[in-house]
């Protein structure tokens, strides 16, 4: 039997019960497990390789610089073959690849081995992460997108909040090898039992529409038999204001996050141990589910650009504490501020592009826009890897990521076009 067979004797899949509720809920297990083995994970790996290892963090660090690019190549490379074989069989390939990439990471003894398993988990990457998320959540949502999207992309943080204590808890008991398989064997059934039950491509396919009963219909939104929409081209999209100024600063402001976020376990296990490092990751995902869910009933109320703004200067204000302060307690309250506005990094530009682009033109956009930010945000790892082992401590990496935070709140409110693109209704040049 099909998931969509079985859907149709639930209660939950009849035309008065909005069937997008439970789609959100396998982004968020979805999410849950990419960020947690995909991004979160990665400062785990990066730890144990240099403290148990022995590896140089300059040797360890850019390898997760070349996962990123590696990712961000597949993200355009398959993004119309995930469109075209759709959220349930995407997901499932994609758990599938982390898993696997995971075990291999276990048991990696040289550099190339973690070379090799870090792209296998940058195919898990491409098909589960925020693209992909966007993607399944745009067809069922349009005036709730934000709240949708913030409500699935707080299985991020629930990546860092669970997997990440789990990975440290299971290393501890099992050792390295065993703890991390069972965290990754432990985290695919439920992902994949998930996007065979919650996702379905679109609500037509339920006799439903996007954003449940009582929400007008969009032309041509549950159309199933609608002929395909040129998609513009990279150069086009380039020639857009609206999309330079969206990827220039998320992916400047992702390059300083992913950078300092990969080397988090490191730079405070340094300063407190590895068991605060692993609480202060907690507070982080904590306080990112809270500005997310925060910034989801915002987005849908307030002007999103004036949000992203606000965004980037909280985060600043995290990477200050930091820098100038040493004792638990700032450093934990440094989580926090720093962590509020982690989780808005990945939602906004999403939401961003929804209220500058043509409908018809959302996911393409959103692809090209994560792949440019992921392209560029790869650089973060590994320069912050060799700047800490240049200059023997993070106080300049964290001096260098507070200038590109200040940079960025700047260009988001000068650089973007205030309110809908007026070029963007139709192609551009």
């Known amino acids: 039997m099909t998931g969509l067979n079985l859907r149709r004797r639930l209660p939950a899949a009849q035309p008065q019960a909005f069937f997008g509720g439970w789609v959100v809920a396998g982004c968020f297990i979805m999410a849950t497990a990419a960020w947690g083995l995909g991004f979160y994970g990665n400062g785990v790996y990066l730890a144990h390789l240099v403290r148990d290892l022995g590896w140089p963090v300059g040797q360890v660090a850019p390898a997760l610089s070349v996962y990123f690019w590696i990712g961000a190549v597949l993200l355009v490379a398959t993004g119309r073959l995930v469109d075209h074989i ?12 982390m898993t696997l990439a995971v075990l291999a ?12 398993a870090l792209t296998l988990l940058a195919l898990g990457w491409s098909w589960m992460s925020g693209a992909a998320i966007n993607t399944t959540l745009s067809r069922w ?11 699935a992309l707080t299985g991020a943080s629930m990546g860092g909040i669970l997997v990440v204590p789990l990975m440290v808890a299971a290393i501890e008991r ?14 695919a059934l439920p992902v994949i039992g998930a996007a065979w039950f919650c996702f379905v491509r679109e609500p037509a396919l ?16 549950d159309r199933t038999d609608a002929a395909a929409p040129r998609l513009w081209s990279i150069g086009q999209l380039l020639r857009e204001r609206a999309f330079v100024s969206n990827v220039l600063p998320f992916s400047l402001g992702l390059l300083a996050q992913a950078g300092l976020l990969m080397h988090q376990v490191t730079m405070l296990s340094e300063r407190h141990g590895v068991r605060h490092a692993a609480w202060g990751v907690v507070l982080t995902t904590l306080a990112a589910m ?15 650009l004036a949000l992203a703004a606000l965004n980037f200067s909280i985060q600043v204000i995290g990477l200050l504490l930091f820098a100038f302060t040493q004792d638990l307690a700032s450093m934990y309250l440094a989580c926090v501020f720093y962590g509020v506005a982690v989780g808005n990094m990945i939602a906004l530009p999403g939401l961003l592009v929804q ?38 401590n993070y106080f300049s990496c964290l001096l260098l990521c507070t ?27």
């Open 403 to 429: 200038l590109v935070g200040m940079g960025c709140a700047a260009l988001v409110w000068l650089g973007r076009p205030k309110g809908v693109a007026g070029t963007a209704a139709r192609p551009p040049g």
């Open 355 to 392: 209220r500058e682009f043509p409908r018809e033109q959302f996911a393409h956009v959103t692809r090209w826009a994560t792949a440019i930010n992921q392209f560029v945000y790869a650089l973060g790892p590994g320069l912050l890897g060799l700047l800490r082992e240049r200059s023997g």
């Open 105 to 116: 990471i276990a048991r990696v003894q040289t550099v190339w081995q973690f070379y090799a």
């Open 141 to 151: 949502f349009d005036a709730r997108r934000g709240t949708a999207v913030s409500l």
């Open 290 to 304: 809270a500005g997310r869910l925060l910034m989801g009933h915002l987005a849908d109320r307030a002007p999103r």
């Open 86 to 97: 759709g959220p349930q069989r995407s997901a499932s390939l994609g758990m599938l690849a």
């Open 174 to 187: 099992w050792g390295f090898r065993d703890g991390l398989s069972l965290i990754a064997l432990g985290l």
């Open 206 to 221: 339920l006799g439903q529409q996007a954003d449940g009963p009582g929400a007008p219909a969009l032309r041509g939104q």
